[in-house]
């Protein structure tokens, strides 16, 4: 009997659609869960007729695959991915491969790799993008670990993913070790952003200009038309034209309290270690926050009652300026997020490919977009791009975009309505593009009360000096600058 191409742990959602994925495309799959019964359900059901082998055990499993063996663990992220390891390990010898498909922390991976090529086996972390329709017809994928690996994967993984226009697979190799789930990371955080953008956005429609969602509805389907072509404004305008058997607005019944799996939260706490501001995507993660403490809310709402003033102006136009700054906003966000990549890219020696990411995340995944094709661009023009905001196309393309972007921000805070996502861009776009912040200032308090020094700008950087403000502090500074 023909042995199987690859391996796979975990028959939940993900796990499943992958394996009808691959067969699909021509491979063997050998599957296994922890759960035996799940297995001959599959087996016997939805896989019946396929080259789908059923095993019952690890040892099976591993039995029934041509090497180097492959196996993809689709389990739980944490403490289960360490134990599963443990247990395939001895079913295993030199040069065979563990793949984690699972939205696993990118640190855990780094240990991971370390140990499993210690043991004389290769790792690889990937990034799983598109949800249980992604993994049936292509997700997009994004490979790190082990480099000797790729060659290994790479048919498989590159046949099953999505394709973009050209047929290029949405699917490369990223990076050594972590690199792969930290770019997944990054793009559960700009997933995160680019929600609450579409929330704020609906909000000021809803609020501030009294539209009904069948309104939004034909608003979200000319904005899908436009620069913000993209899978989350696709779904957003079919959401609002949805209804029940009853005629009834389905979103209009949902309790505004949004959940989390903590990837966003993985991603501003990253971005925070790296010292790179994230202030949009870690105003969405608090968003999230802030909107799961209804009772609270509903409280506040009565001891401080607002009213929003009925909009007086041009509807269309504002309805424009809305769409304007949504694209500025998200452009913000992108920036952040590749600022991100390349500052942890630095500290981890991984070497990412920026242009080939964007080709990444173009198809098959959540935040797929024709934007992310403008960014491709950007990078393969200019490997070393600093920021997005520095490239001539979106330089050009901001500068068009930022009077409609302030008039709606500014309308948006006197007429009470929140919009931290938005406004947070706006705020780190004005900080980014001035020349001097008062940080001088900032500088000046922590050397009075902390003696913690500062630089000049009439001395060369580098160099650092200490006042005794107070003429009684002494001359003694502090030894370490960034305190």
Same mark, same amino acid.
């Given at each position: 009997?023909?042995?199987?191409?690859?391996?796979?742990?975990?028959?939940?959602?993900?796990?499943?659609?992958?394996?009808?994925?691959?067969?699909?495309?021509?491979?063997?799959?050998?599957?296994?869960?922890?759960?035996?019964?799940?297995?001959?359900?599959? @087996? =016997?059901?939805?896989?019946?007729?396929?080259?789908?082998? /059923?095993?019952?055990?690890? #040892? $099976?499993? %591993?039995? &029934?695959?041509?090497?180097?063996?492959?196996?993809?663990?689709?389990?739980?992220?944490?403490?289960?991915?360490?134990?599963?390891?443990?247990?395939?390990?001895?079913?295993?010898?030199?040069?065979?491969?563990?793949?984690?498909?699972?939205?696993?922390?990118?640190?855990?991976?780094?240990?991971?790799?370390?140990? @499993? =090529?210690?043991?004389?086996?290769?790792?690889?972390?990937? /990034?799983?993008?598109?949800? #249980? $329709?992604? %993994?049936? &017809?292509?997700?997009?994928?994004?490979?790190?670990?082990?480099?000797?690996?790729?060659?290994?994967?790479?048919?498989?993984?590159?046949?099953?993913?999505?394709?973009?226009?050209?047929?290029?697979?949405?699917?490369?190799?990223?990076?050594?070790?972590?690199?792969?789930?930290?770019?997944?990371?990054?793009?559960?955080?700009?997933?995160?952003?680019?929600?609450?953008?579409?929330?704020?956005?609906?909000?000021?429609?809803?609020?501030?200009?009294?539209?009904?969602?069948?309104?939004?509805?034909?608003?979200?389907?000319?904005?899908?038309?436009?620069?913000?072509?993209?899978?989350?404004?696709?779904?957003?305008?079919?959401?609002?034209?949805?209804?029940?058997?009853?005629?009834?607005?389905?979103?209009?019944?949902?309790?505004?309290?949004?959940?989390?799996?903590?990837?966003?939260?993985?991603?501003?706490?990253?971005?925070?270690?790296?010292?790179?501001?994230?202030?949009?995507?870690?105003?969405?993660?608090?968003?999230?926050?802030?909107?799961?403490?209804?009772?609270?809310?509903?409280?506040?709402?009565?001891?401080?009652?607002?009213?929003?003033?009925?909009?007086?102006?041009?509807?269309?136009?504002?309805?424009?300026?809305?769409?304007?700054?949504?694209?500025?906003?998200?452009?913000?966000?992108?920036?952040?997020?590749?600022?991100?990549?390349?500052?942890?890219?630095?500290?981890?020696?991984?070497?990412?490919?920026?242009?080939?990411?964007?080709?990444?995340?173009?198809?098959?995944?959540?935040?797929?977009?024709?934007?992310?094709?403008?960014?491709?661009?950007?990078?393969?023009?200019?490997?070393?791009?600093?920021?997005?905001?520095?490239?001539?196309?979106?330089?050009?393309?901001?500068?068009?975009?930022?009077?409609?972007?302030?008039?709606?921000?500014?309308?948006?805070?006197?007429?009470?309505?929140?919009?931290?996502?938005?406004?947070?861009?706006?705020?780190?776009?004005?900080?980014?593009?001035?020349?001097?912040?008062?940080?001088?200032?900032?500088?000046?308090?922590?050397?009075?009360?902390?003696?913690?020094?500062?630089?000049?700008?009439?001395?060369?950087?580098?160099?650092?000096?200490?006042?005794?403000?107070?003429?009684?502090?002494?001359?003694?500074?502090?030894?370490?600058?960034?305190?």
């Amino acid at each position: 009997m023909k042995k199987a191409d690859i391996g796979l742990v975990g028959l939940a959602v993900m796990g499943e659609n992958l394996v009808m994925n691959m067969e699909s495309k021509g491979f063997t799959v050998a599957v296994y869960n922890r759960t035996t019964e799940k297995v001959r359900s599959f @087996v =016997e059901g939805r896989a019946a007729g396929k080259n789908i082998i /059923g095993t019952y055990s690890l #040892e $099976e499993l %591993a039995a &029934n695959l041509e090497k180097p063996r492959k196996i993809m663990m689709m389990v739980k992220a944490g403490q289960a991915v360490d134990d599963l390891i443990e247990t395939l390990l001895p079913h295993l010898e030199e040069g065979d491969i563990l793949i984690d498909g699972g939205n696993s922390h990118f640190p855990d991976t780094i240990r991971r790799t370390a140990y @499993v =090529e210690s043991k004389g086996l290769l790792y690889v972390g990937c /990034g799983v993008s598109g949800g #249980e $329709e992604g %993994a049936l &017809n292509g997700p997009s994928m994004m490979p790190g670990g082990s480099p000797a690996a790729w060659e290994h994967v790479k048919p498989i993984f590159q046949a099953i993913c999505a394709k973009v226009e050209d047929g290029q697979a949405c699917c490369d190799w990223v990076g050594e070790n972590g690199a792969g789930h930290f770019v997944k990371m990054v793009h559960n955080g700009i997933e995160y952003g680019d929600m609450q953008l579409i929330c704020e956005a609906y909000q000021l429609m809803k609020d501030g200009l009294g539209m009904s969602a069948e309104e939004m509805h034909e608003v979200f389907a000319e904005w899908n038309k436009t620069e913000l072509d993209s899978y989350l404004i696709e779904i957003t305008r079919d959401i609002l034209g949805y209804k029940d058997e009853n005629g009834e607005t389905v979103v209009n019944y949902i309790l505004d309290t949004a959940g989390q799996k903590g990837t966003g939260k993985w991603t501003a706490i990253s971005a925070l270690d790296e010292g790179v501001p994230l202030t949009l995507i870690g105003e969405a993660v608090f968003s999230r926050c802030l909107s799961a403490m209804k009772a609270e809310r509903v409280t506040a709402s009565k001891v401080f009652p607002k009213e929003v003033p009925a909009f007086e102006g041009d509807k269309a136009a504002f309805i424009e300026a809305i769409r304007k700054a949504l694209y500025a906003s998200k452009i913000i966000s992108y920036a952040q997020g590749y600022t991100l990549m390349r500052t942890a890219a630095k500290t981890n020696n991984w070497n990412l490919n920026y242009g080939g990411i964007a080709l990444m995340w173009r198809g098959g995944c959540i935040i797929r977009s024709v934007f992310l094709g403008k960014i491709k661009e950007a990078y393969d023009k200019n490997p070393a791009l600093e920021n997005l905001l520095l490239d001539d196309y979106f330089a050009e393309t901001i500068k068009g975009l930022v009077p409609a972007w302030r008039e709606v921000v500014a309308y948006a805070v006197k007429a009470g309505i929140p919009m931290p996502a938005f406004s947070s861009a706006l705020n780190y776009f004005d900080g980014y593009t001035t020349e001097s912040l008062p940080a001088n200032l900032l500088q000046a308090q922590r050397d009075y009360f902390g003696a913690h020094t500062y630089e000049r700008i009439d001395q060369p950087r580098g160099q650092f000096f200490h006042t005794n403000w107070t003429g009684h502090g002494g001359d003694t500074s502090a030894g370490v600058y960034n305190a």
